[in-house]
Each structure stands twice: as C-alpha cells, then as structure tokens.
C-alpha cells in the first residue's frame, strides 16, 4: 500500500482501541472464574481472538457485542479437553498465558501459531512450569511452538527468580500456582517489576496475592468469581499518535480514555525527559485511564535503561523513530528482550529507519539514535510485526519527496484493526 507522506499536521481527538495486555487477561479471568463475567472496551484484534477462541474451543460460552463481551466462567474445571490444536496465531501472549492455564488441566492440548510465532521461545515458561510438575514439551531446546502439553498431573508450588523481566512468564506462573493445591504457597521474584495486569485482575476477581516490590505469593487452590470489568485504551497504541503528534509539525492530538497505570507510562516518562509536551488532564483514578493531549515539540535526545524498559518494551520502534528527530543522541540499552518479540525489533528497526536515512546502530542490547535526520521514501516490508508496520506509517508522515510504501500491513490488525482510519481522520482535519 501506498503510505501518506507529507503531513501538514496531524490534529483532533481519537480514542484508541481496548488495551491488548487487559483485553487477553479479562477473557482468561472470566473463562477460569465461576459465573458471569461482563467485559466493556474489549480489543477486537486478532491476537485476542485468538485468545477468545481458544476458551471457546475449552467449552468456554463468550458472547460478543462489538466491543462488549459476556463471558459464561464454570471455573477451571468447567474447561474442556479442546477438540483440536490451539491455534494462537501471532499471539506470544495468549500462548504464554494459556499455557499456564492448561499445565494444571487433566487434558492434554497443543498450542500452534504463525511463522512468527513459531520462532518465539516458549522455554521461559516450559522450564519454570516444569519445574512445577507440568509436562510440556516444544521444539528445539528453546522449546519453539507447537507446544504440547500433557495433562494429568498435579501442580506444585514453586520458589522461583524469573531469570527475565517478563510479564507474560508470571502471568503464566500465576495461572499455574492458582492450581496448585490449598496449602500451597508459589513464591516468585521478578527480574525488574513489570506490567501488574495480571495481579490487579485476579485480587478484582476475588483472588489472592501478596506484592512486596519484585517478591510475589500466589496461594494455591484459589475460587474466583466472575466480575465486570471496564478496559482503558491501550497506551502501546497510543504512543504512536504521541510520537506523530510530537514530531510532525503543527500538530496537536487529544486521546482520550488511555491506560496509564504506572507499570505502561515509560513513554510518558522518556517524552518528558526529551522536552516534549504531553499533558494528562481527567485522570481516572479507579480505571488507571486519563486523556492524553500532545502538542508537536522540539527534542533532544536521552538514555533509556534499566527498570524503565519493561514500562515501554512495546513503544521502543516507535520511540526509535522519535530519537530521529531528536537533537543529540539517544541511548537504548538493556534491551535485548527486543530481539524475541515478533521479530528481531533491534534489527527490523535499524535497517528500516536506515533506509530512511536515519543515524542508527544496532547494539546487542538496543541501539543508539542521533538526530536530528531529515527522512526520505524507502519500501518498508511490516516482516509480520503490527508495530514496525505502524511506525512505517507515522515516519511516512515526515517524508518530503517521494512515494513511501508499505507491504505486510495486514500485520497490523493484530492490535490496531482502525489504524489507518484513525491516521486519515487526524491527517486531514487541518
Ligand atoms: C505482555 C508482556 C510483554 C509485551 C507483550 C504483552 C503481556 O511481553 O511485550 O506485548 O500482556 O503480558 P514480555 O512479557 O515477553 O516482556
């Protein structure tokens, strides 16, 4: 497709689709809890049908109501043994969780996904589960998708350091220790603090679990009940008219309704720091959801290290692209967690804004950015990944001269089916 270059400004008001991390976690919560569960502000992307339709398969009744859905929970016993393998499409997500899910299950299951995620390592979750009685095994010693899962066996606690800053590994771990037996307790103990979605939908859904910083006891033997449960707009799908907003000149884009708990706003943070004007105003306390109103800014670069980068681990391509356009240079380090998403963002990212014309390195754990660059037309291949997809078409906006295009865009209606309708609407209300 050809992509829109040129932007005189980018201007109006948007509210961006459900939130991907809430969006899986409400299913699987409602699907595992006893009774009604009503979910308002769903994403209706591909990776969480995905996920819907693995709890379907499991004897799961969901109802959809655009972006409502009622979910029938019986518990994790009212799951069935799936009739045929799992098809989790790209979605690392769905299959990390679920897996937790189904370690504890009496049945047996396989998991299978796309090409991309058939290269994504699911021995994160394998080793650990393992380790807590679970027999699953997958392919190559990094145990790569299909994943097949045995059941009947019964789930012991565990005392475990997550070797990675992964929400998606105690995500699955906490599935699997609310399985265990009562009396049990699961002790985990993450790497750096990272998105809590997981631990916040279990204590609304009745549950237990105790946080001190990094340390978290999940009990065994939880009953969870079934609940509403209202999902902010996604601040990963934000961040990308925060990016345009901030960069394209004469530019001013209010979001409404975005999530802003604290463990998603490193942009917010890393803006901040590079001088670019974003003001949160009606913030939503019980929601963790604010309005976001950004105004174009002048930049200067900055480092992005340590603990903040599990709070801004999606918005790195987009944010690499904002570094462009930056003064000075801007540092990503620590990283490296990059290079396994649905492709290797360290690389894909690189090369792309190379071909624009931009100044970056790739380094083994991030990359380093000096701007600012001017961009030029290139042919960008999305390689299957939504947000190199969509952080094509927000540089497209800076391009002067020559026609900017895009294969592999379907990639996109992983997270963010309305992107391009959201980008005209912003694009041509000058
Ligand atoms: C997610 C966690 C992150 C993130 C992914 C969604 C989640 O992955 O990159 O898009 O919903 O738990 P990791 O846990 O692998 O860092």
């Known amino acids: 497709m050809k992509l829109e270059t040129k932007s005189q400004g980018l201007r109006g008001t948007l509210k961006v689709p459900g939130d991907k991390s809430i969006s899986h976690r409400s299913i699987m919560f409602g699907s595992i809890a006893h009774g009604k569960t009503e979910v308002e502000g769903i994403l209706q992307g591909e990776d969480v049908i995905s996920t819907m339709n693995a709890f379907r398969a499991m004897g799961v009744q969901i109802q959809e109501h655009g972006s409502r859905i009622t979910i029938e929970g019986k518990g ?60 699953i095994a997958g392919e190559t010693d990094r145990d790569l998708p299909p994943l097949k899962i045995s059941g009947n066996v019964m789930l ?42 997981t631990e916040e939908m279990l204590v609304q859904f009745g549950g237990q679990i105790a946080i001190s910083g990094k340390n978290i006891l999940i009990p065994g033997g939880q009953k969870l009940q079934g609940q509403k449960v209202l999902i902010p707009g996604d601040i990963s799908s934000a961040a990308f008219w925060l990016v345009a907003g901030l960069v394209v000149p004469n530019s001013e884009i ?3 309704n975005v999530g802003v708990n604290v463990t998603r706003t490193g942009i917010l943070d890393v803006i901040e720091e590079m001088g670019g004007q974003v003001v949160r105003i009606h913030e939503d306390e019980t929601n963790h959801s604010a309005t976001l ?35 000075g240079e801007t540092i990503i380090r620590d990283a490296e967690e990059l290079r396994v998403k649905e492709t290797d963002r360290i ?57 900017m295009s895009l294969v592999g865009e379907e990639a996109i209606q992983t997270s963010y089916p309305s992107f391009f309708d959201d980008l005209r609407l912003l694009n041509s209300s000058n």
Do not use: W
Not at 172 to 181: N, P, S, Y
């Open 76 to 135: 994790f016993s009212g799951l069935k043994a799936p009739k045929k393998a799992l098809d989790m499409g790209n979605s690392g997500t769905s299959t990390r969780l679920i897996s937790g899910i189904l370690a504890g299950r009496p049945f047996d299951s396989e998991l299978f996904g796309d090409a991309s995620l058939s290269k994504r390592p699911m021995d994160r979750i394998a080793k650990p589960l393992r380790l807590m009685g679970a027999k």
């Open 156 to 197: 012991h606690e565990i005392d475990y350091k997550l070797p990675v800053a992964s929400a998606q590994v105690k995500s699955a771990l906490i599935f699997a220790a609310l399985q265990t037996d009562k009396k049990a307790v699961t002790r985990l103990v993450e790497k750096e603090k990272t998105r809590d979605h």
């Open 254 to 256: 209010e979001l409404r």
């Open 293 to 327: 109103v950004v105004r174009t800014s002048a930049l200067v670069g900055t480092e992005i290290s340590g603990e903040l980068i599990p709070r801004l681990i999606d918005e790195l391509p987009i944010i690499a692209l904002l570094a462009t356009q930056a003064a």
């Open 347 to 403: 690389s894909v990212v690189t090369h792309l804004l190379q071909n624009m014309g931009a100044e970056i390195t790739p380094t083994s754990d991030g990359m380093i950015i000096r701007g600012k660059t001017p961009l030029h037309a290139t042919h960008v291949d999305a390689c299957g990944d939504h947000r190199i997809g969509m952080m094509a078409a927000i540089a497209a906006l800076l391009v002067q001269e020559g026609q």
